[in-house]
Each structure stands twice: as C-alpha cells, then as structure tokens.
C-alpha cells in the first residue's frame, strides 16, 4: 500500500511537472487573475465605493477573500467526502498574513496614493523578486543568468505596456509606492513559503483555511475603521461570488503547481497577468488606451521571458 501511495504520488508529479499541463494550468490562474482587475473597477461602481474609500476597499476585499476560503473548504469537502480540518495552525497563519492580509491590506492603501501605472510596473517586479527570496533567502534553488533575463525581459514588458497610461514619474511616498512595494514582497515570501509547506502538508486545506482567516481579518477591520458596502443589486453581490471564485481556483491550482514545480518555473507565468488584465479591459470597460503597439511588443517580451526562465529550470533539473 506504501509502495502504491508513492507510485501515485510520482505519476501526479510528473503529470503536474509536465510543460503543456503547467502552461495549461498556470494560464487558467493568470486569466483569472487577470478578469480580476476589471472586475474589481466593476465591483467599486456596483457598490458605490470611491476611489478614495481604502476602508470600504478592504472590507470589499476580506469578504472576497473569506468567500474564497469558504469555496475551497467546503468543495474539497464535498469531493473527498469528509470535511477538510484545519490542521498546522502556525502555517495557516503564516500563509494568512503574507499571502492575504500583508499582500492585499498594503496594496489597497498604496493604491489609494500612488496611479495604476506605478502599481502595475511595481507588481511587475514581483517574479524577479520571488524568485529572489527563494534563491537568496530560502535557499530552495540557484539564481542563474538566465532566470535574471528571464525576469528582466518579463518586467520590460509590464513596463512597455503601461507606457501609455500615463501617471508615471519619479515621486515616491511610502503610504504610495512604499506598501505597493511591501505587497510585492509579502507575495514573494508566500510563494517561497507554499513551496516549503507543501512538503509535509495538504496544500489544499492551506489555501482554504488561510484565505478563511486572513479574509476574515480584513473584513473585521474595514468594518471596524468604519467601511461600508452600498448595494442591493444582485448583480454585485454575483460578482463578489465570482471574485471569491477567482481566488479560490486560482490560488489553489498554483498552489498545487508550486508543489510539483520549482518557485522560478512557476512564478515567472505571473508576467502574463498584466496582459491578460489590459486584454480584459479592454473587452469589459473599454479602455482603449492601452491597446496598442505596446501591448503587441509587452506579450512577446514576456513569452520570451517565460521560455528563458523555464528553459533555465529544465536545464537545472537535467
């Protein structure tokens, strides 16, 4: 029975490891996550919340991110037939405060001071600086030349494609691009922190739980500091559901493939995010924009950064 559970194990790592099921899943992820930008400008009209309101903001965003939790614990449970526990309560904690909490409670306030174009060049740097953290800090691969390039060419593109949305110049203020920067980090560290849990833990019930508590935790406090939701259509409250949707496929499948994948690998399909966001908006809200030549030569940097950065992993593994 031992010999069969490790054969199975090994037949679901090569599956999950093999170059066309990450670029399938990772893509799913990256479309998701790229419908999110859209839907939450949506989301603010649908709920009445000003630009300015970093509380309701918050608020909107824990209750997402409890849904989010809620989802996966109760559809896992319903597959496996038993109702997933939360064990390993320091991990789930840990994962909760960078991964949801210190990630999204930073990003919103910085969002509030800082434009859409800084914010999305600063995220941009999010793959080289996770795979960073797990090379340097982790300690859980080797930082080659290629993966530099890789990560390079990918924020090259993030940056060309924000060229034409204005907003960008060289004012810096903490409460701004500061805590944009401290998010970026917080996600960096979760990725790192996923690949190490997901050794000895299901991190399936991770992701569930920790959404669950860290979207709890935000709900509690932008409620507290006086946020407020101003809606009675159907049509936010389906939208929140499906931003609560988003996060639990999402975070989940890259979860999985985290597991089976190193950090680099995986974290370097994050450039497509922004694509798939001007792309996104572009069909939803019209906004024309940005598309354009720049998008054109943005998606071929970032492919190109994609295939150095795996080509770098394969060689690695080899």
């Not at 060419?153 to 060309?160: A, C, D, E, R, S």
């Not at 409250?237 to 994948?261: C, D, Q, R």
Request: net charge positive; proline share 2%.
């Amino acid at each position: 029975m031992v010999v069969s559970k490790k054969k199975s194990e090994f037949i679901k790592q090569n599956k999950l490891s093999w170059t066309p099921v990450v670029v399938l899943l990772a893509g799913i992820c990256c479309l998701l996550w790229g419908s999110a930008f859209p839907c939450i400008k949506i989301g603010y009209r649908l709920f009445r919340i000003e630009s300015g309101e970093t509380v309701s903001q918050i608020l909107f965003a824990g209750i997402r991110f409890a849904l989010a939790g809620f989802m996966v614990i109760v559809f896992f449970s319903a597959k496996n037939k038993k109702i997933i526990t939360p064990s390993c309560p320091a991990k789930i904690a840990t994962l909760s405060w960078f991964q949801t909490i210190l990630q999204y409670v930073p990003f919103y306030v910085g969002l509030a001071h800082t434009t859409g174009v800084k914010s999305s060049i600063i995220n941009g740097s999010a793959v080289f600086v996770t795979i960073l953290v797990s090379c340097v800090v982790f300690g859980q691969e080797k930082l080659t030349g290629k993966k530099i390039l890789g990560s390079v060419l990918g924020f090259f593109g993030i940056v060309i494609v924000n060229l034409g949305g204005g907003g960008l110049d060289l004012s810096i203020s903490f409460l701004g691009e500061g805590l944009i920067l401290i998010s970026t980090l917080s996600s960096a560290f979760s990725s790192s922190f996923i690949k190490k849990f997901s050794k000895d833990t299901d991190v399936v019930m991770l992701s569930g739980y920790q959404f669950l508590f860290g979207g709890l935790i935000m709900t509690i406090l932008g409620f507290a500091m006086g946020g407020r939701l101003h809606s009675v259509s159907y049509a936010g409250w389906i939208l929140l559901v499906y931003m609560g949707f988003i996060s639990a496929a999402a975070y989940t499948l890259w979860s999985i493939l985290l597991k089976y994948n190193s950090v680099s690998k995986i974290s370097a399909y994050k450039f497509m995010n922004p694509m798939f966001g001007v792309i996104l908006s572009y069909a939803l809200l019209q906004e024309k924009s940005q598309m354009g030549w720049q998008t054109l030569v943005a998606l071929i940097l970032v492919c190109i950064g994609i295939y150095v950065v795996n080509i770098a992993d394969k060689r690695k593994h080899k």
